[in-house]
C-alpha cells in the first residue's frame, strides 16, 4: 500500500480516531509549529508552494485562494468547510471525517491561522447527522486540549469552529450557496461577489472541501518536497482519496497518489469488476462528469491530467458500468437527480435539465430519431449559458453519452427502444443476488466506514 | 404551547447567537421534531421565536428536502436514489419497501409507522443499494435485511428516540 497520509488513523473497526490517537502519529504538530513559529503567511506559502488543489472538485489552487484575503481585511473572517458532498457516487468525505475527525479540524484551524480567521463553520448534510454529533463532540475535546478557542496554543490567535446542519439540497455544496444557507436565505447561488471579500455576513470567508484542508497539516509537518513527492503523476501534488462504487469487486475509499491511473483505481485498488460483470464504462469524478472511453483507462487521475484528455476529475469519485447496463437510463436517473436538486433559479437549468431527460425517455421508449438525438446535443451544449456550474455538470454525462456511446443510443432509435430490456440480458450485481461478502470472502476493505458498523443490522 | 423545557432551549439558542438566521434550520429542526413534522403550529412557534415572518420561514421550508411541511411517519424511510443504488436495486427496492408496507412512495403507513422517500445520494455509495432511517445508514441491502431492520424499527417504535434531522 502506498503512503496513508489522511487514512494514517483508519482502523479495521471502523472507530474514529480519537485525540490521542491522532496526537501520537503527530496530530495538532503542524498546527503547535505554524503558531509558534511560522507567520500566517509562511502558512499560505507553504500551502501554495505544495501546489495543493481543492478536492471538491472545482481544483482551484488552496494557497492562492487563501492569499485573495486581503491583508486588511475587515473582521471576523470565516472559513467554510464543505461536508455537504451530495454528488453522487462520492463518499470520501464522510468516511474521513469518520476516520480521522481532528484531522479535518486541524486543517480548519490552520486555514484559520493563514488568513487570521476568527470563526469556521463545519457544513454539514443532513443525512451525515452521526457525523455532526461526532464532530460536536470532538471540537469540545479539541477546545478542551487548547487547539480551539481563546488563545490558541498560548498565542494571540483565537479560532472557534461551529457546525451547521443543513436541510439538504445539492445546490447548497457550492460556496455561494453555502454561505446564503448558513445566512438562513434561500440557498441560489451568488456569482456577483467574491467569497473571499464579502462572503459569509459580508465578511472574508474561505470555502474549503473537508479532503482538502485535511491535507494541509501533513503539508507543515513534512514538508513541501515530501508532499510532491507522494504524486504518481507530476501534477499529482500528494495523495488523493478516490471512492469507487458500482459493479465493481471490493468497492471503496482508497487513498492513492494524486494522479494514479484510472484503470489502476478500477481493477487494482477497487479489485476489478463483480464476478459476472464487464467493464464498459465509469463515471470518472461523480454524476457531473463525463462517461469515459475504454481507452481513457490509461489516465493518470489528476486535474491537468483529465483535462488534458477533455475529462474533469470532479471528486475523484469512481463509478463503474457493466456491459449489460443501459447507459441511457444511467443517464436518466442522473438527469432525474439533477432535475430535482436544482435550485431553479435559472432557465437554462430548470427547464434544460428536465428537457434533456425528456429526450432521454423517448429514445429509452424508441419513440424518437436521430433529430432528437440532435436537439438533445443542442441542449446539452446551451447548458453552459446557465448561471452557476449546476447546470453545465449535469450536461456532462450526456456529452459522455453522446461523444463515446452515441452507437449505443442509436441502438434505441425508429421504434427499436431500449436493447438492454429484452430477455437473454443477464445482469450482474442485482439487489437481490448480490453478495459481494460471499464473492470476495478474503477482500481486504470489507470495512463498511459508518463508523458505526459494529451496530445490528447495519452496513453489514 | 410548546413544552417548557423546548420553548427555553430554542429561546436559548436565538439568545447566545450573534445572527438568528443562522440558527432558523436548527428551530425548525427543534420543532419539526416535536410536532413530527413542519406544522403550521410549529411555523407560528418558529416566528414567533426568531423573528422572522411566515413568508420568509416558508420559503426555506419548501426548499429543503429534510423538512417536512405535511405530516409523515415516525420513521421516514429515505431510500437513496442516486446511480450507483439505481443500478443495484433497479428500483427493486423501492417496490419491496412499498409492498412490503402497503404504501406508494410519499405515502405513510396506517399505523403511522413508516414513510417512503427517495433522497438524494446518501453518501454510502460502496454500500449500494443504501437506505438512511433516523440517522442511521443501512447498506448492502437485501431483502431479508430490508425485513429485519423494519421488524426491528417496529419492535422498538416505543423506545427508539428521534434524531434531529429525520
Known sequence: MSEQVLFKNRRADCRPASLADYRAGGGYDGLIQAVRTMTPDDVIKEVMDSGLRGRGGAGFPTGRKWSFVRKDAPHPRYIQCNTDEMEPGTFKDRILVNTDPHLVIEGIVLCGYAVQADHGVFFIRPSYDADARLLERELDVAREAGFLGRNILGSDFSFDIDVHRSAGRYICGESSAQANAIMGKRPNPDKNSHMTDSGLWGLPTVVNNVETLASVPAILRNGVEWFKSLAASPTGDGTKLYSVSGEVAEPGCFELPGGTRLGDIIFGAAGGMLPGAEFKTCLPGGTSTSFVAREHLETPMDFDSMKKAGLSLGTGSVIVFDRNTCLVQATINILTYFARESCGWCTPCREGIPYMKHILERIEAGEAGERDVALLQRVADGMQHAYCGFAPGAAMPVHGLLNHFRDEVREHLGGRGCPFKGAGVVKPGLWTTLDRDAAHPDAAHRDTDSGDADAEGRDG | ?166
Request: proline share 4%; charged share 25%; net charge negative.
Open chain 2, 1 to 166: 404551547m410548546l413544552p417548557r423545557e423546548l420553548e427555553q432551549e430554542i429561546a436559548a439558542m436565538v439568545r447566545d447567537t450573534d445572527h438568528v438566521e443562522e440558527k432558523i434550520i436548527d428551530v425548525i429542526y427543534l420543532l419539526q421534531r416535536h410536532f413530527g413534522y413542519f406544522s403550521d403550529e410549529a411555523m407560528g412557534h418558529a416566528a414567533r421565536l426568531t423573528g422572522k415572518t411566515e413568508v420568509e420561514l416558508e420559503e426555506l421550508a419548501t426548499f429543503y428536502d429534510f423538512i417536512y411541511r405535511e405530516p409523515l411517519g415516525r420513521f421516514v424511510i429515505h431510500v437513496c436514489d442516486g446511480v450507483a443504488c439505481w443500478m443495484h436495486h433497479e428500483n427493486g427496492l423501492f417496490d419491496y419497501l412499498c409492498r412490503k408496507l402497503g404504501v406508494a412512495v410519499g405515502e405513510t403507513t396506517p399505523d403511522g409507522l413508516f414513510t417512503v422517500l427517495p433522497t438524494a445520494c446518501l453518501g454510502n455509495c460502496h454500500n449500494a443499494p443504501a437506505m438512511l432511517v433516523n440517522g442511521e445508514h443501512y447498506g448492502r441491502l437485501t431483502p431479508e435485511k430490508v425485513d429485519r431492520i423494519l421488524e426491528e424499527l417496529r419492535e422498538n417504535a416505543d423506545t427508539i428516540p428521534l434524531c434531529l434531522c429525520r
